[in-house]
């Protein structure tokens, strides 16, 4: 399994609050995805890395930021949580740009906001 | 846009019997597409790729699934069904190039294997 951990995997929080989720690898995998998977929705991407400091957006960025300062870690901030925003979020890293390459996923973070 | 669609949201099927899961697509060129599982709680695993070349692909765990240009499908098979198959399954097409691809997923197709 590649290298990839989601940290927190459960968090409950309230709505307005900011959130900050992490996704680590250990893989020196140049590409990072953050993902939000929604029934009937599958999964669809927030936004992705293509490189330290180097992101862009997704189809659902709205409400979310994310940083990328080191090539294994890759945050994603909700700043304002809203009730919408409740998801499980997925990591995923390839280590050339997809399609081409294959993505490997993390485990997951279910968040709740209240 | 390109898109997935998967037909069934739900599919229940005897241990031991056939599995055939639909997938359909749309995309103008030749599309990457893959397919991947989901157990419960647990992240994504991908069980098959297509690129080029044989339309036929063989994938871990007994999976394989066909590409039909002339159908826009993709659909996944398995021969017979174990217990352990019982997972939500997302088709998904790959598009883009250079720092800007994408994967795009189905809204997945939850299997439930009956004893």
């Known amino acids: 399994d590649a290298g990839i951990t989601q940290s927190p995997r459960h968090k409950v929080t309230e709505t307005g609050t900011p959130v900050t989720l992490r996704c680590h690898q250990t893989?020196?995998?140049?590409?990072m995805y953050w993902y939000r998977q929604d029934p009937g929705h599958g999964l669809r991407l927030i936004h992705y890395?293509?490189?330290?400091?180097?992101?862009d957006k997704g189809e659902v960025s709205d409400g979310y930021s994310v940083s990328r300062s080191k090539t294994e870690d890759f945050l994603l901030t909700l700043e304002s949580a809203t009730s919408s925003q409740t998801s499980v979020y997925f990591c995923?890293?390839?280590?050339?740009?997809?399609?081409?390459?294959?993505?490997?996923f993390g485990p997951g973070t279910r968040l709740t906001v209240l | 846009a390109q898109s997935v669609t998967q037909p069934d949201i739900h599919i229940t099927v005897s241990e031991g019997a056939s599995l055939e899961l639909r997938c359909n697509y749309s995309?103008?060129?030749?599309?990457?597409l893959f397919w991947y599982v989901q157990s419960p709680g647990q992240g994504l695993q991908l069980l098959l790729k297509y690129f080029s070349g044989d339309t036929l692909v063989q994938g871990i765990k007994g999976f394989e699934a066909e590409f039909k240009r002339s159908q826009s499908s993709f659909n996944l098979r398995k021969p017979s069904v174990h217990w352990s198959d019982a997972a939500e399954y997302f088709c998904?097409?790959?598009?883009?190039?250079?720092?800007?691809?994408?994967?795009?997923f189905g809204q997945g197709t939850t299997l439930q294997v009956k004893p």
């Open positions: 890395s293509y490189g330290v400091k180097d992101t």
């Open positions: 995923a890293i390839s280590e050339r740009a997809v399609p081409r390459d294959t993505q490997y």
């Open positions: 995309y103008g060129a030749t599309p990457y």
């Open positions: 893989e020196n995998h140049r590409y």
């Open positions: 998904a097409v790959g598009q883009g190039s250079g720092n800007t691809g994408k994967l795009i």
